[in-house]
């Protein structure tokens, strides 16, 4: 299998100070859309810190070769100091190998009209054959975080491959509908973005997501008593952050990636940054069964907070009203459905 590697060590000569231990990345579909704009910002240090170094791991299929060699081209052009070294292969060993986060991003992204579990036959199997070679080749306390839709069952079907590997190492993006969620609160209420705090969208990436009003923040306020129409909360509201990525589909003929981008860095600075007092974000996650009726064995959504020792813990006790309870079940069945359409992938 054709690899090539870019060793920038001298680049190690001009960072000042105590070097840490390089953190190895490893992105799939890094030839694609959303890496375009998520590689150059890793590479800066926006993700892992501007004290980290980074070693590079590019994942793409054989005929995306040559221009993923034109996307390290231009990460070299860009000289970042922190990047250590980049490699770049079709060869899932060689890009895991050693690596301590996984970034799933590769897997074709949908049309107009389909929803995103459309593509969960297409999409599905290339999740069986990475999980098996993150388990094989990665660190063994490697985290492995799914952009790749659908992917929260996506997610759970590398969980499943990677034998040996915790469970609770495997995360899907929701990050992106919390954010669509915040900026649609923030706009009705006339506040800035920053003002909205404790959303967390429950369930599947998807049209049956709940992104929950209910315990959300604006000002430290509840957002019913900020934002009094509920008609809105409950129908256009909840409607337009499930169908936004549809939206970006229709508008721009191709689905959101600067954005999901974003929210992919986003995510794996939540995870490693200590959460702020009282705050949460949200990721999804394994199912233990136990809180707030989510069945076990799905990647939900869940309103999450990492410790100051890097641990995570799901936020418990959030009330949960009659009409959330419906739309978190709703988006539960959905999840275990899918679950049941990829039973012989597990
Ligand atoms: P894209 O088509 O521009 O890029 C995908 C890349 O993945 C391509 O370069 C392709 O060659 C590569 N690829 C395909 N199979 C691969 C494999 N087995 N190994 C390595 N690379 C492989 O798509 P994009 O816009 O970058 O989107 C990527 C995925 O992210 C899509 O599935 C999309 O639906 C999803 N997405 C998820 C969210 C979210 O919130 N979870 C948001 C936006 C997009
Ligand atoms: C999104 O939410 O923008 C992505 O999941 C892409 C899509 O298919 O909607």
């Given at each position: ?10 680049r190690?000569?001009i ?14 579909g ?6 375009y ?14 004290d ?5 791991k ?5 005929p ?5 060699k ?6 070299e ?11 770049a ?23 107009a ?7 969960l036959?297409?999409n ?8 098996k ?19 929260n ?51 599947n ?19 019913t ?15 337009t952050?499930?169908q936004?990525?549809?939206?970006i ?68 006790g959030?009330p949960?009203?009659e009409f ?7 988006t539960?069945q959905?999840l275990?459905?899918e ?8």
């Amino acid at each position: 299998m054709p690899h090539f590697v870019v060793d920038s060590t001298r680049r190690q000569s001009i960072i000042n100070g105590v070097m840490k231990t390089p953190v190895t990345v490893t992105v799939t579909g890094a030839a694609g859309n959303i890496s375009y704009s998520l590689l150059f910002r890793i590479a800066a240090g926006e993700m892992l810190g501007a004290d980290q170094p980074i070693v590079l791991k590019l994942l793409e299929i054989t005929p995306c070769l040559d221009k993923l060699k034109g996307v390290v081209m231009e990460l070299e052009d860009c000289a970042f100091p922190l990047v250590q070294e980049i490699v770049a292969t079709d060869d899932p060993a060689v890009a895991f190998k050693d690596a301590n986060w996984c970034m799933l991003v590769g897997s074709v992204p949908r049309k107009a009209g389909m929803e995103r579990k459309d593509l969960l036959g297409i999409n599905g199997k290339v999740f069986v054959g990475q999980g098996k070679a993150i388990a094989e080749n990665a660190a063994p306390d490697c985290k492995v975080f799914v952009v790749g839709n659908p992917c929260n069952t996506n997610c759970l079907i590398a969980l499943h491959n990677a034998t040996g590997m915790p469970k609770e190492n495997f995360f899907a993006m929701t990050q992106l509908d919390e954010y669509r969620a915040k900026s649609q609160l923030a706009a009705k209420a006339g506040v800035p973005v920053a003002a909205v705090t404790n959303m967390v969208i429950w369930g599947n990436h998807s049209s049956t997501q709940y992104p929950d009003f209910t315990n959300a923040k604006i000002n430290g306020k509840p957002v019913t008593d900020v934002i009094s129409d509920i008609e809105w909360l409950k129908g256009d509201f909840i409607k337009t952050v499930q169908q936004r990525g549809a939206a970006i589909i229709q508008a721009r003929g191709a689905s959101s990636a600067a954005s999901a981008a974003n929210a992919a860095l986003m995510t794996i600075k939540n995870l490693v940054t200590p959460t702020p007092e009282g705050d949460w974000f949200s990721v999804s996650s394994i199912t233990d069964g136990t809180k707030y009726g989510l069945p076990a064995g799905i990647i939900c959504s869940q309103p999450t907070r990492t410790n100051a020792d890097g641990t995570h813990t799901i936020v418990e006790g959030l009330p949960i009203d009659e009409f959330s309870r419906a739309k978190i079940d709703a988006t539960c069945q959905e999840l275990l459905a899918e679950r049941a359409d990829i039973k012989d992938l597990l």
